[in-house]
């Protein structure tokens, strides 16, 4: 079935614009020289199978409204889960309240940057299938059908599939002016196999590639979107070779790392250090803050001059994507590196004013109706080379002894940004141009500026692909916030490459 590009009725029916007149007057009349109000739903399903049998079937849906203000300089903020014009009338006093308890601790005088304001503006993602229109049983049977596909082969033990599916609709509106409806869709499939030796208790797992995306449920069931059969097919053989491959030699290395890898260390080192919320120390406590302090803006050569990293809220599919952010904020994309210098940071309107820009580029979100709304990543993203169009092969062609990385897994990285290593999925060894088979135990280590400034080669357009996460971590409370992150595959000469068996002393 195919979605319409609208707005479900259950949440238009709600009374949004009653809830929000009620509060906004309120504090107005209370003393606020700002006020948004945001009321936010958000539905989550999850699912699991093993060995094709259900293992949980959890749906949850959080509803509830807060208002936000801005009182002699200072904010405050309240929420509540029930929707009514009393509640909320009683809400933005309580918002006001807490700005003025907080007056006398706040140093710094809050100051907005402007925003042209949006009228009963809307916004849909792309999705075709509404996943929450999709039977259980129906989703359920083709996760079975995935499983059974992949324990019918010889040396496959196990085989776990789950899928998480969101849907998040915000109504915001503010003194200003705005009022902005939006619903975004959001699904991760992720079906893993594993291996047992039973003879030594030792196992090994390989999972899909498949990123999370901004799509609906047809995003499993069609072979276009993503080759679930093709790569369902593939699995066993490259399980087996990769239990039976040889242990990595440590040492400098050049590697070609495909998209489903260096979309991570992009999200880590790139993305989290241009937040400037990071940057100047606002953001410390979770997570630490950032080498690429505003200081060295416009200076600070974060990466070879072939670098070219942009944020982006409007990429198509992308799951930091919306229409506008929960300021009001008209999304929008920017550069972050150009010609492998730092030039732009991801801030909100308060944090707009303090680089001296005029606008914010649109990066406040909140995870929950009960959240205040912070700065959070945009779809930070390495653009292609655009003059060449580089395919992987022509990437590891250049190769005479390195190693080909594949799939996300587990990564370290310092409080800074800076100091990080990230291991893999699936590593080929390359000899000569070609890939000879796979190897075992690979990480690779580095700085944020070396390895950057390692990259010799990036792939062209037709090897740029989308990947990321549903919970990159941030704020106390702590919130969590899904991002994308589109690369090419891209070649780096000499980096350190460890043995991970080794590093832990087996």
């Not at 259950?10 to 107005?28: E, I, K, Q, S, V």
Request: charged share 20%; with cysteine; aromatic share 8%.
């Amino acid at each position: 079935m195919k979605a319409t590009e609208q707005i479900d009725s259950d949440f238009l029916a709600l009374p949004l614009r009653a809830l929000a007149n009620t509060a906004l007057d309120t504090a107005r009349r209370a003393g606020a020289t700002h006020a948004d109000v945001r009321v936010h739903r958000i539905a989550t399903s999850s699912l699991r199978l093993r060995d094709g049998d259900i293992q949980m079937a959890v749906d949850s849906d959080e509803l509830g409204f807060a208002v936000r203000v801005i009182v002699d300089g200072t904010w405050g903020f309240a929420s509540h889960a029930e929707l009514t014009p009393d509640t909320a009338s009683s809400v933005a006093k309580q918002a006001v309240a807490v700005a003025r308890a907080l007056r006398g601790l706040n140093r710094e005088h809050v100051e907005l940057a402007p925003e042209p304001f949006h009228v009963d503006a809307q916004w849909v993602s792309r999705y075709d299938t509404d996943p929450f229109q999709v039977k259980l049983s129906d989703k359920v049977s083709l996760l079975a059908q995935y499983s059974r596909r992949l324990l019918s082969n010889t040396g496959i033990d196990h085989v776990s599939a789950e899928c998480l599916q969101v849907k998040e609709q915000t109504f915001h509106a503010d003194l200003a002016g705005s009022s902005i409806t939006q619903q975004r869709v959001r699904i991760h499939p992720q079906i893993e196999a594993t291996t047992v030796d039973h003879g030594t208790g030792e196992f090994e797992t390989m999972r899909t590639l498949a990123p999370p995306v901004g799509r609906g449920w047809e995003y499993l069931e069609r072979d276009d979107l993503w080759d679930w059969a093709g790569e369902l097919d593939g699995i066993p053989d490259l399980l087996a070779e990769k239990v039976a491959a040889p242990t990595v030699t440590a040492g400098a290395t050049d590697l070609v790392i495909a998209p489903s890898n260096l979309w991570l260390t992009i999200h880590e080192s790139i993305g989290h250090a241009t937040e400037y919320d990071r940057a100047i120390g606002y953001e410390a406590a979770y997570a630490g803050t950032s080498f690429a302090t505003p200081d060295l803006l416009g200076t600070l050569q974060y990466g070879s001059p072939i670098m070219h990293v942009t944020a982006d809220r409007t990429t198509p599919h992308g799951l930091a994507t919306a229409g506008y952010d929960d300021e009001g904020v008209e999304t929008q994309a920017w550069d972050l590196i150009r010609d492998g210098i730092l030039v732009g940071y991801q801030l909100d309107r308060a944090f707009a004013p303090r680089l001296g820009l005029d606008r914010s580029n649109g990066c406040s979100y909140a995870d929950s109706p009960h959240h205040v709304p912070i700065q959070r990543m945009a779809n930070v993203s390495l653009q292609p080379d655009p003059d060449v169009d580089r395919s992987v092969d022509d990437l590891i062609a250049d190769v005479e002894d390195g190693i080909y990385v594949v799939g996300d897994k587990s990564w370290s990285i310092d409080m800074q940004r800076y100091n990080f290593q990230f291991t893999g999925q699936r590593f080929h060894r390359i000899h000569n141009g070609r890939l000879v088979g796979q190897l075992r135990d690979v990480a690779y280590q580095a700085t944020t500026t070396e390895f950057w400034g390692a990259m010799a080669a990036i792939g062209g357009p037709s090897t740029w692909e989308l990947g990321g996460a549903f919970n990159c971590g941030k704020a106390q409370p702590g919130q969590v916030a899904a991002v994308s992150h589109g690369c090419p595959a891209a070649l780096f000469r000499d980096v350190n490459v460890l043995n991970t068996r080794t590093e832990a002393g087996r």
